[in-house]
């Protein structure tokens, strides 16, 4: 079968002489049948490879040819040629859509860069935005606290009374005060005329001042001159009095009739104060009036005059003239633009006072 396959296919006769010409040497049993094999194997492949080849070989004889003739052939040139612009215009004009999309495109992009420059400033603004929103809120946050600290510091001041909180009067043991001076003197505790005089001079001032909030409704004949620690009164006639120390027991004339007129002068504001409580239809019980009386030099039963006067007695007198000048500024306050401390100024019983500053303890007179 080997030689029949030779004789019928030169291509693999040349290709198997070539390898038996490799083969110059004698060889064994067992490399011949290798051989062999391999030999076989390819004539089986060579023989696959001409049925394939048998198989194109008649089907191409059975395929019919359609032979065109020169005209036809023309037309056929001319219609692919026209197929060939066609194509060739729809070739440009997709180039032609291509660049303006790529313009487009490129135009997009350069919007889009600008979108999104835009958008960082915006994002940017709008951070620092809510950064100053934030600063305005709280710095707005603390005025509003601030409005309310001084509201609430307004209406205190409103509360406040400047002639109470200016002139305190209160108690101090036996002896009354005015802004911690001592008004009186007591065997057993001089107090000295510095003091006193003081505490004359801030009565002076106290009521000097409610009478000219009144000046053009009070009419007073006396006068109080204040002159800080040095006050005088005048009387009707022009008389000047010393209003201020030091004097003795027995030479204490006019220091006595200072102490006098400014007892009636008292009396009179107080009698004035209680004619207005009676112009505004308030109830008789109501109306003003000193809880001590007060007549010519006497205080209730005190005399407030120093001569031939024993000390503790003067000392009572001048502590009950200071409580009706108080009970004359709770009235005051109560009846002017001043706001009262109290809910009532015309209560029964003696308005409470802020007491004084002073190490010492003190009650309420």
Request: hydrophobic fraction near 40%; charge should be negative; include cysteine.
């Amino acid at each position: 079968m080997l030689f029949v396959l030779l004789a019928w296919n030169p291509l693999l006769t040349s290709s198997l002489m070539i390898r038996l010409d490799l083969v110059d040497q004698p060889v064994c049993l067992e490399c011949m049948r290798v051989l062999s094999d391999k030999l076989d194997k390819e004539v089986e492949d060579m023989n696959m490879d001409i049925k394939a080849y048998d198989a194109c070989l008649q089907r191409s004889e059975l395929e019919s040819y359609d032979i065109l003739n020169d005209a036809d052939f023309l037309n056929e040139k001319v219609k692919n040629e026209e197929e060939e612009r066609r194509l060739q215009a729809a070739v440009e004009d997709t180039e032609r859509q291509f660049a303006e999309v790529k313009a487009q495109k490129k135009e997009l992009e350069s919007k889009s860069k600008l979108f999104k420059e835009l958008e960082e400033r915006y994002w940017h603004e709008y951070n620092n935005f809510q950064f100053q929103l934030a600063s305005h809120q709280e710095e707005g946050d603390a005025i509003l606290a601030k409005i309310e600290v001084f509201q609430a510091h307004l209406e205190l001041l409103k509360r406040t009374n400047v002639l109470t909180d200016a002139f305190p009067i209160w108690h101090d043991g036996e002896f009354g005060t005015i802004n911690n001076f001592r008004l009186g003197r007591l065997p057993m505790t001089p107090v000295e005329w510095d003091e006193i005089n003081a505490a004359w001079g801030q009565a002076c001032l106290l009521l000097h001042t409610m009478a000219q909030h009144f000046r053009s409704k009070f009419q007073y004949v006396i006068k109080i001159i204040p002159m800080g620690s040095y006050p005088r009164i005048v009387d009707g006639n022009n008389n000047t009095y010393e209003l201020f120390g030091p004097v003795n027991l027995f030479w204490s004339t006019r220091y006595d009739k200072a102490m006098t007129l400014f007892l009636t002068c008292l009396k009179d504001f107080a009698d004035f104060a209680n004619a207005m409580d009676r112009e505004k239809n308030v109830p008789p019980d109501k109306c003003f009036k000193l809880p001590y009386k007060i007549e010519n030099d006497k205080v209730e039963t005190y005399t407030i005059t120093q001569s031939f006067n024993k000390q503790e007695n003067w000392t009572k007198a001048l502590r009950y003239m200071l409580c009706n000048l108080k009970w004359v500024l709770y009235w005051f306050v109560g009846n002017t633009y001043f706001e009262p401390l109290s809910t009532s100024s015309h209560h029964s019983e003696a308005p409470v006072v802020r007491p004084p500053h002073s190490k010492q303890s003190r009650t309420r007179t």
